[in-house]
């Protein structure tokens, strides 16, 4: 966790209530590591307007901020993707990899964060039963038989109810990145 994680929690928080200081501070604190962040990959004037709607972005999605999660891995996961259509806009072929993360924050776990805060959304579709199912099977490692006695249901229910479960989310991110990219068409 980096040194100011917690003093940028605070200051969000403080943001979220309504304290127009803290997010002053918020900010500040933050432009200097995006323009860090954006001048070892952009040149000087890209770097400056991908800070600017970054801040932005950040501003405008303040409300999405899951308090219970780091709030560096929800600023980097906004500013990676501020740079992904920063090259896009410009036709450069660039990969940003996840774990240039501690690149702005210099915090190793963001991209683990990330993941688990998506899996956790992902699987919060679900209903209960079978997010257990998932969850005990696919991320936790348990058998099949186990989880079939846990349940109390036939070991091919189980396998049927999982495989039901991953398909139906697999069909949600679909839909869900069909409709991100024609909001970003629409965008520009």
Same mark, same amino acid.
């Given at each position: 966790?980096?040194?100011?994680?917690?003093?940028?929690?605070?200051?969000?928080?403080? *943001?979220?209530?309504?304290?127009?200081?803290?997010?002053?501070?918020?900010?500040?604190?933050?432009?200097?590591?995006?323009?860090?962040?954006?001048?070892?990959?952009?040149?000087?004037?890209?770097?400056?307007?991908?800070?600017?709607?970054?801040?932005?972005?950040?501003? *405008?999605?303040?409300?999405?901020?899951?308090?219970?999660?780091?709030?560096?891995?929800?600023?980097?996961?906004?500013?990676?993707?501020?740079?992904?259509?920063?090259?896009?806009?410009?036709?450069?072929?660039?990969?940003?990899?996840?774990?240039?993360?501690?690149?702005?924050?210099?915090?190793?776990?963001?991209?683990?964060?990330?993941?688990?805060?998506?899996?956790?959304?992902?699987?919060?579709?679900?209903?209960?039963?079978?997010?257990?199912?998932?969850?005990?099977?696919?991320?936790?490692?348990?058998?099949?038989?186990?989880?079939?006695?846990? *349940?109390?249901?036939?070991?091919?229910?189980?396998?049927? *109810?999982?495989?039901?479960?991953?398909?139906?989310?697999?069909?949600?991110?679909?839909?869900?990145?069909?409709?991100?990219?024609?909001?970003?068409?629409?965008?520009?």
């Amino acid at each position: 966790m980096i040194a100011q994680e917690a003093q940028y929690r605070e200051w969000m928080l403080q *943001t979220l209530m309504g304290d127009a200081a803290a997010y002053r501070k918020l900010l500040e604190g933050l432009t200097r590591h995006l323009r860090s962040y954006y001048a070892r990959r952009l040149d000087p004037a890209a770097a400056e307007d991908a800070v600017q709607e970054t801040l932005i972005a950040i501003h *405008t999605r303040r409300a999405t901020y899951d308090s219970r999660l780091p709030f560096t891995a929800w600023v980097y996961g906004i500013a990676r993707y501020k740079l992904i259509d920063e090259y896009r806009r410009h036709k450069r072929r660039a990969t940003v990899p996840l774990d240039e993360a501690a690149d702005l924050f210099g915090h190793d776990e963001a991209e683990e964060t990330i993941a688990r805060r998506d899996v956790a959304k992902l699987l919060d579709r679900l209903p209960p039963a079978k997010r257990q199912l998932v969850k005990d099977i696919k991320l936790e490692g348990v058998s099949v038989a186990d989880a079939a006695k846990r *349940t109390g249901m036939s070991e091919s229910s189980v396998k049927v *109810t999982v495989h039901r479960a991953l398909k139906s989310l697999s069909e949600d991110l679909r839909a869900k990145d069909l409709h991100d990219r024609e909001d970003r068409d629409a965008d520009r």
